[in-house]
């Protein structure tokens, strides 16, 4: 008992069709929910996605700060490290990298907000023009 789910608002297009009332077009309504659906699924993908890649350089950004405090403490092991002067650097350029890290993952999180804000906003206008439409008389 396979659905075919590739046009799941197939079987509601035909039912809504069965309730024709005059001067309301039920076959333009139910495509205006397909197409409000297929906004969000498409926000809600892009958003998946943005957070998978702030994941991705997070874990980065983990894996480098990591090998650095190895390398720093191997370092100082070996009595490589000993000079304040060379311990003061290795902390400015640490502290440097942080902020650098910091500001991508801001804007890769702003874009991605940004971007979802901007595909639903274009549907919400898609359907005031939607509505307007239907709301002329024919």
């Known amino acids: 008992m396979a659905k075919n789910t590739s046009n799941p608002f197939g079987d509601v297009t035909q039912m809504m069709e069965q309730f024709k009332m005059p001067g309301i077009d039920m076959s333009a309504i139910v495509e205006a929910r397909r197409k409000d659906i297929e906004a969000l699924t498409d ?17 980065a950004m983990m894996t480098e700060a990591m090998q650095s405090l190895q390398t720093a403490a191997q370092g100082m092991l070996s009595g490589g ?6 311990q003061t650097e290795i902390m400015r350029k640490g502290f440097e990298k942080t902020l650098v890290d910091m500001k991508d993952l801001a804007e890769m999180a702003q874009k991605a907000q940004s971007d979802a804000v901007a595909q639903i906003t274009q549907r919400a206008a898609e359907q005031m023009q939607g509505l307007k439409k239907l709301m002329q008389p024919k």
């Open 81 to 86: 490290l000993s000079d304040p002067a060379k």
């Open 43 to 59: 926000a809600n993908k892009a958003a998946f996605e943005s957070m998978q890649a702030l994941a991705a350089k997070q874990t």
